[in-house]
């Protein structure tokens, strides 16, 4: 015990503590007593930090030096130095310096002068370049992998962008396994490596070659010829050598399967039960092509979709995508059949945002309200978005943000009119440590001169579990004269809600939900519900469970929602 009090007490600086143990008289003891004098605490005398090579002339090392809090008179303490001094090692091979080394490292501590006198000095010599990328296992063309370095050949290194460039591999889905590694063992060498001298073959600049001095001397004759002075032999020797050390890139990949098969079953209160399946290509060919196909079954809705991805020089950030899409819908006051071809052009910029240029052709034999049309339409359209969030699964902090536009005009052959506007935004804050604070808008409008002639597709309905909660799946829109559904051309919905945290994995959740599909904008009122609910992190994401009570639906005073999956 006093060995250790000892050893603990050094790190804050007291050195020479007094400990007096005094045991308490049952027998045997239980329990003991531990008095501690710390004594005269040590305080810096000397503090002598130094930065050599080219590492002294780049910031993170100065700022890590800089931020030291210890200075010459303050008392001794080991964390900040050790912190230090292990993040300059750190800072070394994250930003290549792979030669690095401390030539000084020393502290000299003096208890009976009651200082310390504390010596660092790194010699990080010469910051590698990234050298060439050498790739092997790959069933993709090489050109598209090395596109998506965050690097180029000749820039400095940093460790951070072998990282990113791992992740970018893994995120294309083309391999099973990734490894991004550099080839530490890989060092610079002279074209003449620098002779070992020793007394049996020094040689002197007059090209004499000399045994020890002693009693005797020999001499050696000149060698005929001209000769090779040292200033020569060095400029010689590095003749043929690289500027700069560089540390090569190997690349080890494995291909991913060529078929992903997932079956799904789900249940929410909107649609009752679900069943979803999805078969997956996620490459097609050398280049990288993807093809994805997906079967959504519910009673109300039925869908099959699919995507075709073609990668362009940054794949993960610029593709061409085509898309089909069959649907089904039977519910309440409508009753359509649908079929869409898509072609779009997307973007994604460093700000994170995507940009998506699209034309799209649909036909769409429908019932709505009663009446029966059947429309093909083509038309161009573009958005952005934007995802940002924190951990997925049950994101602290998050935001989303979506607005397009589509324009159809009979000029081009289409058989509606129409200028459609969308625009969503949801946004994720922790309230100090148990309070999560969810809030989303959503709005949209139509300018067209024959609403007859807008699919159910492109129409504004709301109301359910993730939108006006309360209120039954898009049963919240413009009526006949009959009482059906007609769809609205304009849609305003907001909501607020405060989770807090119980216990485990836990939240409670009080909501307040308001919105309405409309025609003529302003409505007058708009419906609203407040609840409450109940949230569990379950590793597929968060399992919600709300009762909502609608203000203005006389007939049904509180509806149960019930849902799986995060927000985003």
């Given at each position: ?23 308490d ?5 239980q ?42 008179g303050d008392?001794?303490l ?23 080394r ?10 009976f002068d ?14 590698y370049d ?5 790739i ?7 050109e ?13 290194y ?44 020094e040689v ?9 001095r002693?009693?005797?001397?020999l ?31 190997d ?36 280049y ?8 959504f ?7 099959l ?12 950030r ?31 910029f ?13 036909y ?12 093909f ?14 951990d997925?699964?049950f ?8 607005i ?93 809600e405060?989770q807090r945290?119980v ?5 409670g ?22 609840g ?37």
């Open positions: 015990m006093a060995r250790r009090t000892r050893e603990a007490m050094r790190v804050y600086g007291y050195y020479e503590p007094r400990l007096a143990i005094a045991l008289e049952t027998e045997p003891p329990h003991v007593a531990l008095t501690i004098d710390p004594g005269p605490r040590v305080r810096i005398q000397v503090l002598d930090v130094n930065l050599e090579g080219e590492a002294a002339s780049d910031s993170p090392f100065r700022d890590t030096v800089d931020a030291l809090p210890l200075a010459v008392p001794l080991h964390a900040p130095w050790d912190r230090m001094r292990n993040r300059l090692a750190n800072l070394s091979l994250e930003r290549g310096y792979f030669d690095w401390f030539t000084d490292r020393r502290m000299e501590v003096r208890p009651e200082s310390a006198r504390l010596y660092l000095t790194l010699d990080s010599g010469q910051r990234f050298g060439q990328v050498s092997r296992g790959s069933h993709i063309v090489e598209r992998l090395r596109s998506m370095a965050p690097f180029t050949p000749g820039e400095p940093l460790a951070g962008d072998v990282a990113l460039y791992a992740q970018r591999l893994g995120q294309s889905r083309w391999f099973s396994s990734v490894s991004v590694r550099p080839r530490l063992d890989a060092r610079r060498e002279l074209a003449f490596p620098p002779p070992t001298l020793g007394w049996w073959n002197t600049t007059e090209g004499e070659a000399l045994l020890p002693g009693p005797t001397r001499r050696m004759a000149r060698p005929p010829g001209p000769q090779l002075s040292a200033q020569a032999l060095a400029a010689a020797s590095q003749l043929h050598a690289p500027e700069r050390p560089n540390m090569p890139i690349i080890e990949v494995a291909p991913a399967d060529r078929h992903h098969f997932e079956v799904g079953v789900g249940f929410a209160t909107d649609v009752g039960p679900r069943l979803s399946f999805s078969w997956d290509q996620p490459w097609i060919n050398r990288g092509h993807s093809l994805d196909h997906d079967l079954i519910s009673q109300p809705e039925q869908r979709t699919g995507t075709y991805l073609l990668p362009l020089d940054d794949p993960l610029d593709q061409y995508r085509f898309q089909y899409g069959f649907r089904h819908r039977d519910m309440d006051d409508t009753r359509t059949n649908e079929l869409s071809l898509e072609a779009a052009r997307r973007w994604e460093d700000n994170r945002w995507v940009q998506t240029v699209y034309v799209r052709a649909t769409e034999d429908f019932t709505q309200g009663g009446e029966a049309e059947s429309v339409i083509y038309y161009p359209g573009v958005s952005w978005s934007r995802t940002r969030t924190r997925p699964r994101p602290t902090w998050g935001d989303r943000q979506r397009a536009f589509e324009y159809s005009d009979s000029a081009w052959g289409s058989d509606a009119d129409f200028l459609r506007m969308t625009g969503d935004t949801e946004w994720i804050r922790m309230l100090g440590e148990r309070l999560r604070f969810v809030t989303r808008l959503s709005v949209g409008a139509i300018e067209t001169d024959d609403f007859s002639q807008i699919p159910p597709s492109l129409r504004f309905f709301t109301g359910g579990d993730r939108s006006v909660r309360g209120y039954a799946f898009e049963s919240l829109a413009p009526r006949n004269e009959e009482g059906r559904l007609i769809g609205g051309q304009q849609l305003l919905v907001g909501s607020a405060l945290h216990t485990g994995d836990w939240w959740a009080l909501f307040l939900d308001s919105g309405d599909a409309f025609t003529d904008w302003w409505p007058e009122q708009l419906n609203t519900g407040v409450l609910g109940v949230r569990w992190i379950s590793p597929v994401g968060p399992v919600r469970f709300d009762v909502a009570h609608p203000f203005d639906d006389e007939e049904n005073a509180w509806r149960i929602h019930f849902t799986i999956g995060p927000e985003f």
